[in-house]
């Protein structure tokens, strides 16, 4: 390995930015963060958002709720405030609010998961709310200048807030994208001929040296665990003398991607 894209680095880089940037609002920042029956794990990830919140003095109300229905009353009052400038939604969430989250307006959706928000991606729109994962991808490969013109890459994971969001930015910089799932057929022949590989599959570590090609650079989005050891969905072990660039985990794309939803939160109360 020539390289480690740290994300730590990258965070820094992106949180350097937010005193100027809250200095010069001229309204002040507060989200709405909705969930359905949280789990502790939910809970955990809540509270993280809450002390950034804090930290950066920004508005932060929970709200817990039991049933749909209850979801649904706290989603329109949190659309409808003057107040609250970005919304939240906690995931995984049933598929029957799904027409509900879709209706969050533009300028309050924070994740960018609305359809409205997502179309505006495919079709490479500026300043607008990216799924922030996904977001991060990029990031990473923009901190470390690394050139994405006629490269080949592929990502594997075809999900609505890291795979698909990631098709339109890789052509917006002129690479060559091809998008693997569970049901992809030769998926290491596709693999061996990348440049760029995006792991966001939810497997602890799936992809092997023997899948890729020498000096490939590997992003690893995955989280999982492992032992009680969180890993990503790479072997970052057993590649690491092959590649030339590698994400680790953890310390890679999921502290960039905490940095983005808090700039994203900053940029919610930009009057536009
Ligand atoms: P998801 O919605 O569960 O989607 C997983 C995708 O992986 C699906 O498209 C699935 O294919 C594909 N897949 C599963 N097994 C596969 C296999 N053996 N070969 C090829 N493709 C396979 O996952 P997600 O929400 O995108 O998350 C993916 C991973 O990223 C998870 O580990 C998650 O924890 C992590 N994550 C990290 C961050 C972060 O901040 N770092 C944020 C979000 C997610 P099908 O579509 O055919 O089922």
């Known amino acids: 390995m020539e390289l480690l894209l740290d994300g730590k680095k990258v965070s820094e880089n992106i949180k350097s930015k937010f005193e100027e940037k809250i200095s010069k609002l001229t309204k002040q920042p507060k989200i709405a963060v909705l969930s359905l029956n949280p ?17 950066y003095k920004i508005g932060f109300v929970l709200k817990i709720t039991k049933t749909e229905q209850e979801f649904i009353t706290e989603l329109n009052k949190a659309k409808e405030s ?32 609305t359809h409205e928000s997502l179309g505006k991606v495919f079709v490479g729109e500026k300043n607008i709310n990216i799924p922030c994962t996904s977001k991060a991808v990029m990031e990473v490969l923009d901190y470390y200048n690394i050139d994405l013109t006629g490269k080949n890459v592929v990502v594997v994971g075809r999900s609505n807030i890291v795979g698909k969001p990631l098709i339109p930015q890789f052509l917006e910089k002129n690479a060559t994208v091809t998008v693997c799932h569970s049901k992809t057929k030769n998926i290491e022949t596709i693999l061996q001929m990348a440049d760029i590989i995006v792991m966001a599959i939810g497997k602890a ?9 020498e000096g490939a650079i590997i992003i690893d989005v995955g989280i999982n665990f492992e032992d009680g050891k969180m890993c990503g969905d790479v072997d970052f072990e057993d590649v690491k003398d092959k590649v030339y660039a590698i994400t680790p985990v953890p310390g890679g794309i999921g502290v960039v991607t905490n940095a983005l939803l808090m700039d994203n939160i900053i940029n919610s109360a930009v009057q536009k």
Do not use: A, H, V, W
């Open 39 to 55: 789990n502790d794990s939910n809970l955990t990830y809540i509270k993280r958002i809450e002390k950034n919140c804090e930290k």
């Open 82 to 113: 003057k107040e609250i400038t970005g919304i939240m939604c906690q995931q995984p969430l049933p598929r029957s609010l799904f027409n509900e989250i879709n209706t969050i307006p533009l300028e309050k959706d924070i994740e960018g998961i």
């Open 205 to 213: 570590k799936f992809l092997k040296k023997e899948m890729i090609k």
